[in-house]
């Protein structure tokens, strides 16, 4: 069209241009745009004699939302439900409003054959006439303006009046996104871009649901660079250390607090996800010029308090902030890695410039030493001459663990006797004897001692040896001892030392070159145990399995807790064993534990295997691989264990990068994740009747199988995200479908890992009352393992789901007694056969004549029987002379993408 808008104005019918002269005015009435929309679509409302005027925006390029809405009295309305709408709905009306003209439609009936998704979706909404004018920005259609039910006397005015309003609509639009984008900027950091204070403080205004993970982040040294360098290069150093942070957690919740100081959220973050996090980062930090202290926590209890989470990992921040500055001093080293740093080496030369300086300067090596070690409560401080095996301890060590004196002759000798057991004591002066007869320079061990009071506690014993010129004696030796009764340092269920007390270990392996076997394995089904018997339950059985491995295997062995249910043991290298009876030992030891309990579950624990040092990993990355091989141990449940390879290798990396982007797009609002539908037909005649709800993924362009991503859904509790979006997606898709046919159903599946969800149930009836749909439409479908798993969750679901009129399915029903018990116990209105009851079906008989026995043993029950995975046509024969009444399967229809779904219900219907 080449008129202006001021032309198009002026040739428009009188009442058109009144009708748009009171809608500008409208918009200069306020500031606002968004009460100016809504003021238009009221007044466009009540001139045009309409039930609905509405807007609908383009928010990706396939999704489209109702934004703004007006409604006339007594009309109900429909904003609220129409969000990410597929806009393959509506996609046969494009060509109209590309062409930038009105769409007007005077009878939805008439979409009936040509556009069948079209039609289902303003039937859906009881729409029989409605008109849509386009928004169009740059040439590309955004979204539309929308009439329902207009009168009729008002039709030769509603189309040229559409024609304008967009480029009023259009103007309120930009201004809005001006206005966001200014509000954007006061929540965002100038200098790096993350959030600001602001910017936290409203979201913890906002409800949260567990579980999360804060991680509180302090650049270290900030200030001191500002005071040398400048600000300049302190600004550099912020930005530096945010994108570092950015990188390794790769989220958008990074709040600056401070000048220094940033705060990590991480909502709905499994334990497992949080703690890969939290090892990415401090991989990250370890390898960075600079150093970033951090602290971290993670709870799923409720109610969530982002405050008292922010508030506990500082508290851990500053502590570990604290033993950095410590080790700085004592160790002269910038790194945390213990091995021997640069300054120690300067130190072994003549004239170093540590010695240099006390030789020009005054100074009180008491007081230096009494400044580390007094009020320090979480590590002890020890030097001494080799030669006269005399040495100095701090105070704290003094009183701790009952020494007499703080200079102590012989310490080897006295610090053994407070070592817990002789397992430890063996290990202790195994590690110090080959430190003397291989001249090592540094010690770092772990173990358990026993303090004056009896206590017994985890520590780290780490000290650096000098020795003489020609290595031949050793002449001082210095070095501390930690504390590990923090949840930083030992897990407190375990009282196993966490993963980063592994990395000196490893790395002193990694540097003498000797070999040796790290199995990895995971307790299964904790979360499980968690649902159905408590935490407290839970927590008694890791404590006991943890237990019993320290007492029978810890003299072969060194146990780590790694993140979630997962553990690493460190293999003597003096062990003999093969792999095969080490793993054996500690699978009958767990199974031993589960069975006391009495646990009955299959597969208890997964186990990977690794040879370390192992080619050019470090130790973190070591980890990494070993926890990646035990994610896919869980999967191959027909191996005893998954060892690390070339094939395994490919396996962890296409997994890691699957799993990743799993997550993402499920905290992405389910991006790349559609339904489709899987038709269910009637034995009778064959014509469709029902549907099943099927979740599909797509990742790298192609779809990705179920039974490849569901178990990682199930395995982090993203299950529940995805099965109230899938419920929500089968009503929604439901109300389209039953436009068509009044008596349709659609089936959606309920899993063992859902009936854990605490908000599942609440969900759905929110979901219904939303959409106005009778849950009689809506069939829940749950397997045999739900049924024998949860019957206390289990119970409480299937009530929930009579109140609400939906009714159960029971998906794979096979034959024995179990079914047969499940059949009598619960309340269910359809039972899907399993597809394995038709093997050989064709050749036998009597396999013939069993399901017709299942058949009619549900009919008298009053129950409706389906036959799932019905392929060729001699099948299809004998199962519709079963009696079955529905019969869903390939033979018929694969599962349909749900344009496919509605031209199927038009071609049946029209």
Not at 415 to 438: G, H, K, N, V, Y
Not at 701 to 712: H, L, Q, R, Y
Not at 883 to 906: F, H, K
């Amino acid at each position: 069209m080449g008129l202006d808008k001021t032309e198009q104005i002026g040739s428009l019918p009188a009442r058109a241009v009144e009708i748009l002269n009171g809608c500008l005015q409208r918009v200069f009435a306020t500031t606002s745009p968004d009460v100016a929309l809504n003021n238009i679509l009221a007044y466009m409302g009540e001139k045009m004699l309409c039930d609905r005027v509405y807007i609908f925006e383009w928010n990706h390029s396939d999704r489209m939302c109702n934004t703004y809405e007006w409604c006339a009295e007594g009309v109900v309305p429909q904003k609220n439900i129409l969000q990410n709408e597929s806009v393959d709905s509506i996609q046969c009306l494009f060509p109209i409003l590309e062409e930038k003209k009105v769409i007007v439609i005077d009878d939805v009936e008439q979409l009936g054959k040509q556009c069948p998704a079209a039609y289902a979706f303003f039937k859906s909404l009881g729409i029989s006439s409605f008109a849509a004018g386009p928004i169009n920005r740059d040439g590309k259609i955004i979204g539309f303006v929308g009439v329902d039910e207009p009168d009729v006397r008002m039709m030769s005015v509603l189309k040229p009046m559409l024609e304008v309003i967009g480029y009023f609509v259009l103007s309120l639009l930009k201004g809005r996104e001006l206005i966001a984008h200014l509000r954007e900027l006061g929540l965002h950091d100038p200098l790096t871009g993350a959030f600001n204070r602001n910017a936290l403080i409203e979201f913890n205004q906002q409800s949260s649901v567990p579980p999360a993970g804060v991680i509180y982040c302090d650049i270290t040294g900030l200030k001191k660079i500002n005071d040398m360098f400048g600000h300049a290069k302190g600004d550099q150093m912020i930005q530096h250390c945010y994108e570092l942070i950015h990188e390794s957690l790769d989220t958008d919740l990074i709040y600056r607090t401070g000048g220094d100081e940033f705060v990590v959220l991480c909502p709905q973050c499994s334990q497992d996800e949080f703690d890969d996090k939290v090892r990415q980062l401090r991989r990250l930090i370890r390898k960075d010029e600079y150093h970033i202290a951090i602290g971290y926590t993670w709870s799923d209890q409720q109610p969530l308090q982002f405050d008292e989470l922010i508030a506990k990992a500082d508290r851990m921040m500053y502590e570990n902030k604290r033993n950095y500055y410590a080790w700085q001093i004592v160790a002269h080293d910038a790194e945390q890695s213990h091995g021997l740093s640069k300054d120690m080496e300067k130190m072994e030369q003549p004239k170093s410039q540590f010695q240099r300086f006390l030789e020009n300067t005054y100074y009180d090596m008491e007081m230096v030493f009494e400044s580390i070690a007094k009020q320090n409560s979480s590590s002890y401080f020890y030097f001494g001459d080799m030669q006269q095996d005399l040495f100095y301890i701090s105070d704290n060590m003094r009183d701790d663990f009952g020494f007499e004196n703080n200079v102590v002759s012989g310490l080897f000798r006295a610090w053994s006797q407070r070592i817990s057991t002789p397992e430890f004591q063996d290990i202790f002066w195994q590690d110090i004897s080959a430190m003397l007869r291989e001249k090592r320079t540094s010690h770092d061990l772990r173990y358990q001692v026993r303090d004056v009071h009896g206590n017994i506690k985890w520590i780290q014993c780490y000290g650096i040896m000098k020795w003489s010129e020609d290595k031949r004696t050793p002449l001082f030796f210095s070095g501390r001892v930690s504390h590990q009764d923090d949840d930083f340092v030992i897990d407190p269920i375990t009282n196993f030392p966490r993963e980063t007390a592994a990395f000196g270990h490893l790395n002193e392996l990694r540097k003498t070159g000797q070999k040796t076997q790290i199995v990895g394995f995971s307790l299964n089904s904790i979360t499980e145990i968690n649902s159905t018997k408590g935490r407290a339950y839970a927590d008694r059985l890791i404590k006991n399995i943890a237990n019993r491995l320290t007492e029978t295997l810890s003299w072969k062995m060194t146990f780590h807790r790694l993140e979630g249910m997962r553990c690493m043991a460190v293999v003597n290298p003096l062990c003999v064993e093969g792999n095969q009876a080490v793993v054996e030992q500690i699978r009958d030891i767990i199974e031993d534990c589960y069975e006391s309990m009495g646990i009955a579950i299959r597969n208890v624990c997964s186990f990977a295997l690794m040879e370390y040092p192992c080619e050019d990993l470090t130790p973190e990355d070591m980890v990494e691989n070993l926890v990646a091989l035990i994610r896919i141990a869980k999967q191959e449940t027909d191996q005893p264990f998954m060892e690390y390879s070339i094939e395994s290798i490919k396996r962890i990396q296409q997994m890691s990068n699957m799993a990743l982007a799993l997550e993402q797009d499920v905290l992405n609002n389910m991006k790349n994740f559609r339904v489709v539908v899987q038709p269910v037909v009637s034995a009778k005649d064959g014509s469709v009747i029902g549907g099943e709800t099927l979740l599909r993924w797509t990742f790298k362009g192609k779809d990705v199988s179920p039974a490849v991503f569901i178990p990682i859904l199930e395995k982090d509790n993203m299950i529940h995200i995805a099965g109230r979006w899938v419920f929500e997606q089968a009503a929604r898709n439901c109300i389209q479908m039953i436009a068509y046919n009044p008596e349709f159903y659609l089936t959606f599946n309920v899993s063992l890992h859902q009936l854990s969800d605490t908000e599942l149930v609440s969900f759905m009836q929110k979901t219904l009352e939303k959409y106005q749909l009778d849950g009689s439409h809506l069939v829940t479908e749950l397997t045999e393992s739900c049924l024998d798993e949860q019957p206390e969750m289990l119970e409480h679901f299937v009530e929930a789901c009579g109140k609400m009129g939906m009714r159960i399915a029971l998906d794979d029903f096979g034959s024995g007694y179990s079914s047969l018990r499940m059949l009598l116990q619960y309340p269910s209105s359809i039972i899907k056969l399993d597809r394995s009851l038709l093997e050989e079906i064709t050749e036998s008989d009597q396999k013939m004549h069993f399901i017709s026995s299942i058949v009619y043993a549900c009919h008298q029950f009053g129950k409706k029987v389906c036959m799932e995975g019905v392929e060729r046509t001699d099948q299809n024969t004998i199962i519709r002379d079963t009696g079955c009444d529905m019969i869903q399967g390939y033979y018929y229809y694969r599962p349909m993408e749900l344009a496919a779904v509605y031209s199927l219900l038009s071609e049946k219907t029209h």
